[in-house]
């Protein structure tokens, strides 16, 4: 089995060295990069060549959205986690980025592993707490989304989503299993 290779972009040093301390001791996982600018992230990410881009949501240079779309531009293949601790102020301009997954900050090392292997396995995930306030609609006064490159399901289950559903709740309605949505 071949390793899934992470590229960790984040400002602050000591987020950098607990991610690439828990990714070192998990088989399977090898750090290839690191940055703690956006801007400066993009040539790196492109030389490094990994399955992953774990990145913050705000750091100098550019952001996470703009590091991610700038991404999905130029490497579509490589799967970009964005790692926030806003629960709800970005999401939806990270997937519209081209993001595969959001997660807080307050993840569990465990939970980021699995997130990571998911990722590369072309699973799509949004994290965020139970406790969260729902999610604002991401088109204000419209009953559905007009997603461009998205099945009528997806954005089904985009729409609740965004208004804060759960992923058991959003099974249960749509009629699917937990680990299809």
């Given at each position: 089995?071949?390793?899934?290779?992470?590229?960790?972009?984040?400002?602050?040093?000591?987020?950098?060295?607990?991610?690439?301390?828990?990714?070192?001791?998990?088989?399977?996982?090898?750090?290839?990069?690191?940055?703690?600018?956006?801007d400066?992230?993009?040539?790196?990410?492109?030389?490094?060549?990994?399955?992953i881009v774990?990145?913050?949501?705000?750091?100098?240079?550019?952001?996470?959205i703009?590091?991610?779309?700038?991404?999905?531009?130029?490497?579509?293949?490589t799967?970009?986690?964005?790692?926030s601790?806003?629960?709800?102020?970005?999401?939806?301009?990270?997937?519209?980025?081209?993001?595969s997954?959001?997660?807080?900050?307050?993840?569990?090392?465990?939970?980021?592993?699995?997130?990571?292997?998911?990722?590369?396995?072309?699973?799509?995930?949004?994290?965020l707490?139970?406790?969260?306030?729902?999610?604002p609609?991401l088109?204000?006064?419209?009953?559905?989304?007009?997603?461009?490159g998205?099945?009528?399901?997806?954005?089904?289950?985009?729409?609740?989503?965004?208004?804060?559903?759960?992923?058991?709740?959003?099974?249960?309605k749509l009629?699917?299993?937990?680990?299809?949505?």
């Amino acid at each position: 089995m071949q390793n899934i290779r992470i590229f960790i972009v984040d400002d602050h040093e000591v987020v950098r060295n607990g991610m690439r301390r828990l990714f070192e001791s998990e088989p399977g996982l090898e750090i290839v990069g690191e940055s703690n600018r956006g801007d400066q992230a993009l040539s790196a990410v492109i030389s490094a060549n990994p399955d992953i881009v774990l990145t913050d949501i705000k750091m100098p240079g550019f952001d996470g959205i703009v590091l991610t779309r700038a991404l999905k531009r130029t490497r579509p293949c490589t799967r970009v986690l964005i790692l926030s601790a806003f629960a709800d102020q970005y999401v939806t301009a990270a997937i519209d980025a081209g993001a595969s997954g959001y997660l807080l900050k307050d993840i569990s090392g465990a939970e980021l592993i699995r997130s990571i292997r998911a990722a590369a396995a072309d699973d799509s995930l949004i994290r965020l707490p139970i406790h969260s306030p729902p999610l604002p609609p991401l088109e204000r006064g419209q009953s559905h989304i007009a997603a461009p490159g998205l099945t009528s399901r997806q954005s089904e289950v985009l729409r609740l989503l965004a208004q804060g559903a759960s992923n058991a709740l959003i099974a249960q309605k749509l009629f699917v299993g937990e680990r299809t949505v």
